[in-house]
């Protein structure tokens, strides 16, 4: 057993702020040294975070971001505790300076340790407000009592719970994190959160294999929930246009209709105010009616035309000129001619 000395990491940071839990073994304390030198490459003294300005924006633009790299010693169990929706957020607030880097209670000690290693910040206590470290526990299921809501189905982050609507839902325990999210949901208090590590607590009772199957699971769930997402807005949307289109339709016919009937208004109101022929045919054929009608009344009064065949000369001109008119006019019933004492003047 090393003294706990030689059992802190070795580049003295540590040792100088004593704040490494003196009861870690040196399995504990390698075994951070290993992660965070796998990490970040930058155990011994954090190297420093890039600036717009400075020489390490090229790095970083080929390397993992800050984010990346804390996101990757974050034990994914994704449980909120930190205050945040998921690791990924905590990380871009650590490393944009917004969160400390001591509010992860699953990561514990060793994931306080992990990360000041990666910022070149001494180890600091758990802020417990978020939480304590304590072995980690698995969700149970009492599948007499479940009455098959699917509430902790959609609740759990790593897609760990199977069941259907109405039906028993149970936990595959290999996939829990046990991150305590699907029991506040549960309207009939089914589940229970039983500690399945023994006195193992933090990364003791957690690999990194563990989180990195846990991180895969949760980055393929929010993939799954953004398209049902999408599905449902684009369904929402084409159902909203449905109903819009109904709605115009009665609005578009009554339209139609009242164009239909203001057609011929509309169209007739240029044959007769913009015409000037029609205009004239009209009062032409007017006159002729009532030349005929004249005509008619003359003849039963027998006052009509004795002697139409033999005129004299002036007067078959005006006949002559009248016919002419007539003709232009494509007025040919020689019937319903008008005659002088018409009122019907010679052109
Ligand atoms: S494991 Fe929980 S507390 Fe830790 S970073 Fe992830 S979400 Fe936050
Ligand atoms: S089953 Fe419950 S405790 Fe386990 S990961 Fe899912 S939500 Fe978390
Ligand atoms: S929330 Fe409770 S009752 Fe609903 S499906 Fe889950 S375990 Fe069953």
């Known amino acids: 057993m090393l003294s706990k000395r030689s059992a802190r990491p070795e580049c003295g940071s540590c040792a100088e702020t004593g704040s490494v839990p003196s009861s870690w073994t040196p ?8 992660v965070a030198r796998d990490h ?3 155990f011994a003294h954090a190297a420093p975070v890039p600036q717009a300005s400075s020489q390490f924006l090229v790095t970083a633009t080929v390397s993992k971001t800050l984010a990346e790299r804390i996101e990757d010693l974050l034990p994914q169990t994704q449980c909120t505790k930190c205050g945040y929706p998921a690791c990924r957020p905590y990380a871009e ?6 969160a400390n880097y001591n509010q992860c209670p699953p990561g514990g000690a060793e994931g306080i340790a992990r990360l000041a290693a990666l910022l070149g910040k001494p180890v600091i206590p758990l802020d417990v407000t978020h939480g304590e470290e304590r072995p980690r526990p698995l969700a149970v299921i009492d599948e007499n009592v479940c009455i098959g809501c699917t509430l902790c189905m959609q609740a759990c982050p790593v897609d760990a719970i199977v069941g259907a609507a109405k039906q028993m839902h149970t936990v595959i325990a290999e996939l829990c994190t046990g991150c305590d999210l699907c029991v506040p949901p549960c309207p009939v208090d089914c589940i229970a959160m039983v500690p399945a590590t023994g006195e193992r607590t933090g990364w003791d009772a957690w690999s990194q294999e563990d989180a990195d199957a846990a991180r895969a699971r949760h980055d393929r769930r929010t993939v799954r929930l953004e398209r049902e997402r999408a599905a449902a807005e684009a369904r929402a949307s084409a159902r909203q246009a449905s109903r819009a289109a109904q709605a115009q339709e009665p609005q578009e016919a009554q339209k139609a209709q009242t164009a239909e009937a203001m057609q011929p208004a509309t169209q007739a109101a240029p044959a007769a105010a ?3 022929e029609a205009k004239k045919r009209a009062i032409i054929q007017a006159a002729l009616e009532r030349a ?6 003359m003849a039963k009064l027998g006052a009509g035309p004795k002697n139409t065949a033999h005129v004299s000369a002036a007067v078959q001109a005006q006949i ?4 002419e008119r007539r003709r232009r006019l494509g007025l040919n019933d020689d019937d319903n001619a008008p005659r002088s004492d018409d009122g019907d003047k010679p052109a």
């Open 27 to 34: 399995k504990r304390f390698h075994r951070v040294q290993r």
């Open 40 to 42: 970040s490459k930058a």
């Open 93 to 98: 607030a650590i490393a944009a300076g917004e």
């Open 274 to 276: 913009d015409d000037p």
């Open 292 to 297: 005929r009608k004249k005509k008619e009344e």
């Open 320 to 323: 002559d000129a009248a016919e």
